[in-house]
């Protein structure tokens, strides 16, 4: 069975950051390329940023020039640097396998860390 375990938000003030970390099975990080993604209350999830095996990254609109993905193969993890961070962005962050178009691939998704931007 595939895990995925996402951790690193908090409270943080607008402005502020955050490093996010996902750590994903082997078998499924190895060969995929893997994405964050992120659910307000009452909105459907939405693609914030992925990254290839290659290292090509790719970010929504939204966080582009704010958030940074990266992964480290050798630990089966995945980050998300957030800097600047608003009071939208505040969500609940999950991560998962992804394919060329960012769309997610695995059927489960973990629990998911909450991102709490407020003054």
């Known amino acids: 069975q595939v895990q995925l375990v996402e951790s690193g938000g908090g409270l943080v003030q607008p402005g502020g950051s955050l490093r996010l970390s996902c750590a994903a099975s082997?078998?499924?990080?190895?060969?995929?390329?893997m994405g964050w993604y992120r659910q307000a209350p009452g909105k459907q999830r939405e693609f914030v940023a992925t990254i290839t095996i290659g290292g090509n990254t790719n970010y929504a609109g939204s966080v582009k020039g704010r958030f940074t993905i990266s992964r480290d193969n050798a630990k089966n993890t995945v980050y998300l640097q957030m800097n600047s961070l608003k009071p939208e962005d505040t969500a609940v962050y999950y991560c998962n396998a992804a394919n060329g178009r960012g769309t997610p691939i695995l059927g489960s998704w973990g629990q998911g860390t909450q991102v709490t931007v407020s003054s």
């Open positions: 082997t078998s499924i990080f190895s060969i995929y390329p």
